[in-house]
């Protein structure tokens, strides 16, 4: 399990939150339904690391100062979008014996049939909500393609079970399919230009 450190927030003047982040910390709070709500802050650059290398839905143990570590996972962010910066981070303190729900992406492995008739391959969807408990979360959800051909689809359905976790997802879900190729003959239909437009109503007209 990842390690990251945190201090408590006891100053919520932003004057004190701005020099936080000069320093490099970000913001942030953690809560949970029997852990209440605690405000702190942590090395943004820590958590970006560890995120990267443990995946978004990553198990955290948070050391807040000299308080007993709480497992927890990042719930929620905010990112400045020109620095490319963290500002504000949200933890949510899990209980590794309690299911809960959250979105993991989906892998597409393979190269279908289908493709190299020259067909299409397809993902409607990137992500896929699990119910599971935290240390049971997996990394990704793999789905081998490679024996779809033209016209083929796999669906949430077509997933293999397990006891880990449950795919929250309507059943019927595309995950990838296989589309035709477009027809390169496509008939041309020949314009006269020098015809003039006939008016709606101009028969009627004449007959009056």
């Not at 809560?31 to 090395?43: F, L, P, R, T, W």
């Not at 492995?109 to 299409?120: H, L, S, W």
């Amino acid at each position: 399990m990842a390690t990251l450190k945190a201090v408590k927030r006891d100053d919520h003047r932003s004057s004190v939150t701005k020099q936080l982040r000069k320093e490099g910390l970000v913001p942030g709070v953690v809560y949970g339904k029997k852990y209440g709500n605690e405000s702190v802050a942590i090395n943004g650059v820590e958590l970006l690391k560890l995120l990267r290398e443990e995946g978004r839905n990553a198990i955290i143990s948070l050391e807040i100062g000299e308080e007993k570590p709480v497992e927890v996972m990042l719930h929620d962010h905010q990112m400045d979008a020109i620095r490319n910066e963290l500002l504000h981070v949200d933890f949510f303190a899990v209980d590794m014996d309690e299911e809960i729900d959250v979105e993991v992406p989906i892998a597409i492995v393979g190269d279908p049939v289908g493709a190299r008739d020259g067909g299409i391959l397809q993902q409607p969807v990137f992500e896929l909500v699990v119910r599971a408990k935290p240390n049971k979360i997996p990394d990704e959800i793999t789905v081998d393609v490679s024996s779809l051909e033209i016209g083929d689809v796999i669906t949430v359905a077509d997933l293999k079970t397990t006891d880990e976790y449950s795919i929250f997802e309507d059943e019927d879900t595309t995950i990838a399919t296989v589309l035709p190729p477009e027809s390169e003959d496509v008939e041309e239909r020949e314009v006269d230009l020098d015809a003039e437009p006939e008016l709606i109503g101009a028969e009627e007209e004449e007959e009056a």
